[in-house]
């Protein structure tokens, strides 16, 4: 059974940062690509950003471009989102999730900036 853990949210200013991390089990990590995604009030879940299982090439939202950086830690079988100049537009439950073939969601990590 495949689990997706998120964690690493909170509420925090307008231009500050937030590290997100994810595990995920259950599954062949190694060469799986892997992606950030998030769902903020009253709209629908995005995408936000993607990191290939074996050549480790990132893909990125328009919206968070120059942002935001995934990277993966494939002994820990993780994979990380580190978030800088935060806005409140970033405000949203984030998740992770197998691009390719999705995997149930997990709970996802509340992330919440303030003006």
């Known amino acids: 059974q495949v689990q997706l853990v998120e964690s690493g949210g909170g509420l925090v200013q307008a231009g500050d940062s937030l590290r997100l991390s994810c595990v995920a089990s259950?599954?062949?990590?190694?060469?799986?690509?892997m992606g950030w995604y998030r769902q903020a009030p009253g709209k629908e879940r995005e995408f936000v950003a993607a990191v290939q299982g074996n050549s480790g090439i990132a893909f990125y939202a328009d919206s968070v471009k120059g942002r935001f950086t995934i990277s993966r830690d494939n002994a820990k079988n993780t994979i990380d989102l580190q978030m800088n100049s935060l806005t409140p537009e970033d405000t949203a439950i984030y998740y992770c999730?197998?691009?390719?073939?999705?995997?149930?969601w997990g709970q996802g990590t509340q992330v919440t900036v303030s003006s």
């Open positions: 259950g599954r062949t990590f190694f060469s799986s690509d």
């Open positions: 999730n197998f691009p390719n073939s999705l995997e149930p």
